[in-house]
């Protein structure tokens, strides 16, 4: 072997013969064999046992969790006519630190934001991580400040509430505030069934965005459910607008007008002033978010007559026809005296009421024991809040039996040392225009009425009070004005004083409650006028004019039949001219 | 035996080649639902915005003042009413 001289082949290199101890491969291969067996293990454990963490892992890479917005629900009239409703509009919001504009692009997007260059530029100096620009600007200027593609500005979808009856409607709706929530009214007071509760969902997203496939439904969407008021949105309308003209005309300080549907109980309406725009609240008073028909109490004054009478009646103290002599016009009780606004002689029961006299209803309470008094008035639900569901609902005014002195009975027959709000007064009129009895006051609209109510009289004496209610309406009566033509019509006046810091003083709260048609009441309008100050304050010629108005336009809406006979002279006069009440549509 | 194997072969890459088939498919048919519910949303959003617009449009104010003013319209007095009254 000649190679063998030059060098040593593998086979004959002479580290192979010597002698290794057998353990060593053993050893190495025990190694080997001892690794592969805790990777199997690690991978069985990672694949078997331990395996959320990295699926949890993988799914980030391609999963993305989407928000599913729900709408809150519309609000409707009874006709289904939408008096709020919620549209997407966008949010423009910017991340400070990452808005670096230069002049030119300041300028573009304060134009576009209708913000001054010098209050935008103060706001992007904030050092806040996020800051709102602007909220809720209509989707078509987002997409163009969007299309101007500047760094760190971005845009969020919202929602905004709109209300298209304005301040027609504006105190039963309510508002809601920047996030969707309600915060006054309806919107409040119905906002676990309006707000809807946004979804969420684990998608797979695709290289461009588009969702491929649902892994899983975290959260289901619900939208909120719409609601559907009793309010009838015409004759809403012709309240709000008798109303506001009644406001100016008698420079008053505050009104109200509240219908009722005598047969269920539903509010039709309710109208506020003064009153504002829900769309626009940036010069938002206090007095103005007022509902005064349910949060403002009054002293109701002669509208409560007709209960005093009714009592009278139901006990068998008096019938209609009854005398009682009213003469002369002062009467002393205790140390103090009442009186009549206009002295009457001796009057019948029925004249006491049409002509309201002071004198003849505290000779009518005083026969009867406090309690018996006490317990009607709670009966028609004055002094405890009606439970509409309203916020800020009062329940006026009603002191117990037991501390009453006949002074205070006596004028409680009349509707003084009481307070009550617009809502309770209408409320309890249902006696007279129910035959007797009432049922609850509903906001929502009710899919069936109501069966029985509470019974307060007897049908015979709620009939006879009604009769009574009409004369007040006729020649001779304190309010003329409050006729509607081709109806019979009654109701009652009210003129209480207002206390001022505990005192009488010479400001007047004008009322009037009414029922229509009387031969089968379907309506019970109450108004009420708060410091009519031009020239008239009696309830006769300040509210009971609105009365007529609004029940004209709201029987002829509600398709009820004329009651009264025609008179061939008074139409054919009228039909030439303009009616005598300026009738709203 | 080995024919048998070769079948059984082509039958897997046969069936695996349509899992993926489907699987591509059900996901083009997902977009395109997911497309049409976004569609769906869009339409309800519009419905609300002209409901909004029909009820601004057909406020009692606005009827009002354009059936006095422009087609000098009045309510009708009591007289020249004349309910009907269905028979029962």
Redesign the interface.
């Known amino acids: 072997m000649k190679k063998a001289k030059k060098g040593v082949t593998f086979n004959h290199n002479p580290l192979l013969r010597s002698e290794l101890s057998a353990w060593r491969p053993r050893f190495v291969l025990l190694c080997l064999l001892g690794g592969s067996l805790a990777l199997i293990g690690r991978a069985a454990y990672l694949q078997g046992v331990h395996d959320q963490f990295l699926q949890a892992k993988g799914e980030s890479r391609y999963a993305r969790v989407l928000e599913v917005p729900a709408t809150r629900g519309k609000i409707t009239d009874r006709q289904g006519d939408v008096l709020a409703v919620s549209s997407p509009v966008k949010s423009i919001w910017a991340i400070p630190e990452d808005a670096r504009l230069d002049p030119s692009q300041t300028r573009q997007l304060a134009g576009l934001l209708e913000l001054g260059v010098s209050e935008l530029n103060q706001k992007l100096s904030s050092d806040k991580d996020f800051i709102y620009l602007k909220r809720q600007v209509s989707p078509e200027l987002a997409d163009r400040i969007a299309a101007l593609k500047l760094p760190g500005i971005h845009d969020q979808r919202e929602y905004r509430r709109f209300y298209p009856g304005g301040d027609v409607m504006a105190h039963v709706l309510g508002f809601t505030g920047v996030d969707d929530k309600g915060q006054e009214g309806i919107e409040l007071a119905f906002e676990s069934q309006l707000a809807g509760k946004p979804g969420s969902r684990r998608v797979v997203k695709d290289r461009r965005g588009n969702v491929v496939e649902d892994v899983q439904s975290i959260r289901l969407p619900q939208d909120g459910r719409e609601v559907a008021l009793s309010i009838d949105n015409k004759i809403q309308y012709l309240a709000h607008a008798a109303l506001k003209q009644a406001m100016t005309d008698h420079k008053a300080k505050a009104g109200g007008v509240v219908v009722l549907d005598a047969k269920t109980g539903e509010v039709l309406a309710l109208a506020n002033a003064p009153t504002y725009n829900p769309n626009n609240r940036v010069k938002l008073t206090g007095d103005q978010l007022r509902n005064r028909a349910l949060t403002d109490t009054f002293e109701p004054g002669s509208t409560m007559k007709p209960f005093t009478a009714a009592l009278a009646l139901e006990k068998g103290k008096v019938t209609a026809g009854t005398i009682i002599n009213c003469a002369p016009g002062r009467m002393t009780i205790g140390s103090a005296t009442i009186s009549d606004a206009h002295p009457h002689g001796a009057l019948s029961v029925a004249q006491v009421i049409q002509k309201s006299s002071n004198i003849g209803a505290a000779k009518m309470a005083l026969s009867f024991p406090p309690e018996t008094m006490w317990k009607m008035l709670d009966d028609l639900g004055f002094g405890t809040p009606l439970k509409l569901g309203f916020p800020g609902e009062v329940g006026g005014r009603l002191r117990p039996a037991k501390a009453w002195r006949p002074i205070e009975q006596a004028t409680m027959s009349y509707g003084h040392g009481m307070s009550v709000n617009l809502m309770q007064m209408a409320n309890a009129y249902q006696v007279f225009a129910r035959d007797g009895d009432i049922v609850p006051v509903s906001l929502s609209r009710l899919d069936a009425p109501p069966v029985h109510g509470a019974r307060v009289f007897s049908p015979q004496t709620a009939r006879e009070v009604r009769q009574m209610l009409e004369l007040v309406v006729q020649k001779g009566g304190t309010a003329p004005q409050a006729g509607v033509p081709g109806y019979r019509v009654g109701g009652k006046t009210g003129t209480a004083m207002k206390l001022v810091g505990g005192r009488y003083a010479h400001k007047y709260v004008a009322s009037f409650v009414g029922i229509a048609p009387i031969s089968d009441p379907r309506l019970i309008v109450a108004v009420m006028i708060d410091e009519p100050s031009n020239g008239k304050h009696y309830g006769g010629d300040v509210a009971a004019p609105i009365f007529s108005q609004v029940t004209a336009g709201a029987l002829r809406s509600l398709g009820v039949a004329p009651d009264a006979p025609l008179k061939p002279l008074q139409v054919a006069r009228q039909g030439v001219s303009q009616p005598a009440v300026r009738e709203a549509m | 035996m080995a024919r048998l194997t070769g079948f059984l072969l082509m039958l897997v890459v046969a069936s695996s080649l349509g899992v993926v088939a489907s699987q591509h498919q059900?996901?083009k048919l997902?977009?395109a639902v997911?497309r049409e519910q976004q569609r769906s949303q869009q339409l309800?959003?519009e419905w609300?915005?002209l409901?909004?617009e029909?009820?601004?449009w057909?406020?009692?104010?606005r009827?009002?003042k354009l059936?006095?003013e422009k087609l000098a319209?009045?309510?009708?007095?009591?007289?020249?009413?004349i309910?009907i009254?269905e028979q029962p």
Request: net charge negative; hydrophobic share 35%; no cysteine.
């Open positions: 059900a996901r997902y977009t997911e309800e959003v609300g915005q409901q909004l029909q009820s601004t057909a406020a009692h104010a009827i009002e059936a006095r319209m009045r309510p009708p007095l009591s007289g020249q009413i309910a009254e």
